[in-house]
């Protein structure tokens, strides 16, 4: 006997998943942390850079002794000494005086700004000519620009962009805590598939969903687990199921898209215990058929077999809950690039219902031009055919031709 | 003595990438392909997916016995067997014929159509009404839908995201052959810079572009090998450079941003067998210092030392050079989204040379709202706390508030 269960928006799907909290930290050596997500937020331990630091190779001296300098009335200033790299100057610079630096030099003790060399000229022992004046701070890093002691860096949560990583450097944060990676189990099923390495016999095709998949979690920041093909047989899937909760923190299922298989999959994620099932059919084309069973163990998830329904479903579904164990909101698609274009043909669309359209794009004179491709969802060329998705709202019967649309791009 | 060297454009340092060729092949396991670079074309082995299949569950039948049927004139069909998924059917359906099929299973001989279980009443014994018409072909994928054999599918130099790992697999390439990753050696110098683990004393900074420069490198396909720190003196660094020759197709130093630091690098990479110089100093800020030697034995780029300008340097001039080396065009910013914004404020810049600057985003009614940051390049903060780089052409004198732009995102 089924139960009742009603189909859900993916709005809804995706508040399931905002009620998951982040995974716990690890630490990490700062060469593995780019791509990672932080654990603590980051504070500054110390003023960055520490001490005004010259930005142009000249003179440091007093902004105040080339007030009114020009090239047809230069001022005189002594030269007193030299900065060296590396080192506080233990020169000190009185009035009418300079000392020359370089880039990244620490400004002496009596100065307040840099004059850069080409705007001076030497002057005879020990004296150089100043052509141009030099404000307060001129050509000078204060102590504090780029971080002040306690300011707050970076919040918990944020991916680690190289930048982000030179930043951690430059605070002296050799280890890093960040979210561990949600590990991602991933099963495929189907009597009529086979392994990679396989010949398919005629009615038998390769699996492909489990290599899609493993290279999308990789690619949202996860560690894939692929577990192979199991049969369509509630002894083996249980089997496959309960190794892969052993192991990880979601269990994805692919394959079942016949209706008999999916019951088999409802059946056999709500046979674990404490199962409850969160979704049962999405409101969305492709990735209608998606099945959520939330059990003690993890999250059971089941997406259509389609390739190409079945890779969408994972931005849709998987993408959100692995952002919400990183420590993010609950978004999709948030590798993909956003491009403004217009469609070059119309693109209706079943009112009721979330859709995603594969589309190529152009670039004309007039701009960006989306041409939707129209393939059956078990086919994977319209997906290596195309640059991103079109979403088409549930509220919209379909767009005009000329419609400006955004596309969600691959990465 | 220096000799004079006129400063180029960026275009022109491009050009100089555009001249090398891919690096050579390796065969890596599909589960090692995301990511990487494809090094041969790939043509369809055979028809994909090499039999009709069923794209719904229902009943293959022959489309010219459903026309005219439906709800208040229904046909009626025979049911003669049931499609094993996975498996030749061995039936043959005749006129008047059908056979029970599930999503993915291949027609029966006789067959061109299925019509979904849905649009079908069961009427007795072995009779199925049918209650509209179903098109020739009409929930079937064709056995070369997704390939004919001999296709083209995807040409060398493509990098290999998810859906196109997932189309190799469909063919059976559980072997993929992709070009290596460009080894990049990485050298930071700088009196005054010390390692992220040491405490600096006064006058002395962190190094933070040995680890940005490495989190750059992976993210551009390639493998970072990090030499460490090395002094402004020319036996070090030329011991340094030899030892990151032997080992990298690209060696990258950071630092020297003070003139005789620069002198320095030129002359220690000129010393080199077969050097020759063919950039020093480009048209660009930040990026100004840029100095490129090609020697025999591998490719010597000196970026200045400035955080900020280092990171931008990587784009503008060594990520050209690792795409070329994986066999495409030498572009820059190549994984950067894109996003159209306005001017917060106008925006001076020197004409005679392109400029970079960091902006802030903000979303408003209006649309997308770009904010220049005007920080000095040895600042890192003003990349951690942007989101992007607005490119201003050599040819303009600056753009005013409101003007629209395009933001290169950071990813």
């Known amino acids: ?91 000190r610079v009185g009035p009418g005086e300079c000392a020359s630096i370089g880039t990244g030099g620490m400004l002496p003790e009596g100065t307040d700004a840099v004059i850069m060399v080409e705007h001076t000229r030497p002057a005879g022992d020990a004296l150089v000519e100043v052509c141009r004046p030099v404000p307060p701070r001129g050509n000078v890093l ?25 930043l951690l450097a ?119 058929p998606f099945i959520w069973v939330r059990a003690e163990a993890g999250e059971l998830l089941g997406l259509p077999g389609q390739v190409t329904s079945c890779m969408i479903s994972f931005h849709l579904f998987v993408e959100p809950l692995m952002e919400r164990l990183l420590g993010r909101p609950a978004r999709s698609f948030v590798r993909f690039g956003r491009r403004e274009a217009v469609l070059s043909r119309d693109l209706p669309s079943a009112q009721g219902r979330e859709e995603y359209v594969r589309v190529r794009l152009s670039e004309t004179a007039a701009g960006a031009v989306a041409e939707p491709l129209f393939g059956k969802s078990g086919l994977i060329r319209t997906l290596t055919q195309s640059h991103g998705l079109v979403r088409v709202e549930a509220s919209c019967e379909g767009l005009d031709k000329g419609s400006p649309v955004t596309v969600l791009l691959y990465q």
């Open 1 to 91: 006997m089924k139960p009742f269960f009603k189909v859900q928006s993916v709005a809804r799907v995706r508040e399931h998943a905002e009620a998951m909290g982040p995974l716990e930290a690890e630490v990490v050596p700062l060469a593995e942390a780019p791509g990672r997500t932080l654990a603590d937020p980051v504070e500054a331990s110390a003023d960055l850079p520490g001490f005004e630091r010259a930005t142009m190779d000249g003179f440091a001296l007093r902004s105040a002794d080339t007030f009114g300098a020009s090239e047809s009335s230069p001022g005189y200033l002594r030269l007193v000494g030299e900065v060296c790299m590396g080192e506080a100057p233990s020169l």
């Open 142 to 166: 204060g102590a504090a620009d780029d971080a002040a002691q306690g300011d707050l860096l970076m919040p918990a949560g944020q991916r680690l962009r190289a930048q982000d990583v030179g």
């Open 170 to 288: 430059a605070l002296g944060r050799d280890e890093v805590p960040v979210v561990r990676r949600p590990r991602v189990a991933i099963i495929s099923t189907g009597d009529e598939v086979v392994p990679v390495e396989r010949s398919p016999r005629p009615g038998q095709v390769r699996d492909v969903n489990t290599h899609t998949l493993c290279a999308q979690v990789y690619a949202a920041g996860g560690l894939p687990l692929a577990l192979g093909l199991v049969r369509d047989d509630p002894d083996a899937l249980e089997a496959a199921v309960t190794r892969g909760l052993e192991r990880s923190d979601i269990l994805v299922l692919s394959g079942g898209s016949s209706m008999g298989a999916r019951d088999l999959t409802v059946e056999v994620f709500q046979s674990f215990p404490g199962a409850h099932l969160l979704v049962h059919g999405v409101s969305v084309a492709p990735g209608k």
